[in-house]
């Protein structure tokens, strides 16, 4: 069974500090990696995408990989009210068995504090 | 201007009553994907489809029913068999699904979703 794991938060962070959202999951194959926002009552956005070991910088946003210890996590520099939203980490395992379709987690809501 | 659209943005269903929700997309994605989500909860694959007439039940199919007639249409059918039908049905599109590869061809996009209740 394929699980993707997110501390469901709040996660509380002062105004223009860096927030960082962690994300694990438990399938080696996975081989693409997304992070999506959620405002409430809408639906989600894609922000980050990361297919490779390493950081990938888009903005104030920065996504990391880490293949090894299966893990994946985004960091939002200069935080802003307006990132205060629930963030999804999504799974793709990729060539092989199993259903299509991404695997997500159960998101972390992070609160951006004036 | 491209995209993926939900209809109806609200729908209220009766007991026992199928009720179908529409999707449709002008990206010219081979993929197409719904999706359930509960509150507080992540979301959970119902159906997805990688090409034309062709579709594959996901984790919790049980109660629905999906057709993929044209390559911009997947709608979802909610059928009296589903017994706990309220909830965010979000439907999405890739370029590919995961046997055309992997990368950007899997980014998922998202509709507006439909919010369903039973009354």
């Known amino acids: 069974q394929k699980e993707v794991e997110q501390n469901s938060g709040p996660l509380s962070v002062p105004e223009g500090a860096i927030a960082s959202l962690n994300c694990t999951y438990s399938d080696r194959g996975s081989q693409s990696f997304f992070w999506y926002r959620q405002y409430s009552g809408k639906s989600p956005e894609l922000i980050m995408s990361?297919?490779?070991?390493g950081d990938k910088e888009d903005g104030r946003f920065t996504a990391q990989l880490n293949k090894a210890s299966q893990y994946v996590s985004l960091l939002i520099r200069d935080s802003q009210p307006s990132d205060s939203a629930t963030y999804l980490c999504a799974v793709n395992i990729g060539t092989g068995g199993g259903a299509d379709g991404l695997t997500f987690g159960k998101g972390t809501h992070l609160i951006i504090q004036p | 201007d491209g995209g993926i659209t939900q209809s109806p943005k609200y729908l209220f269903r009766k007991e026992g009553q199928n009720v179908t929700l529409s999707c449709e997309q002008n990206?010219?994605?081979?993929?197409m994907y719904w999706y359930r989500q509960d509150p507080g909860q992540g979301l959970r694959l119902i159906y997805y489809s990688q090409i034309v007439n062709d579709f594959q039940k996901g984790d919790i199919a049980e109660g629905y029913s999906v057709s993929r007639e044209k390559k911009e249409s997947f709608p979802l059918t909610v059928t009296s068999a589903q017994k706990n039908p309220t909830a965010f049905y979000l439907c999405a599109s890739s370029i590919r699904g995961r046997a055309g590869g992997v990368g950007r061809n899997t980014e998922a996009f998202f509709g507006q979703g439909t919010r369903l209740t039973v009354v």
């Open positions: 990206l010219n994605h081979d993929a």
């Open positions: 990361i297919y490779s070991n």
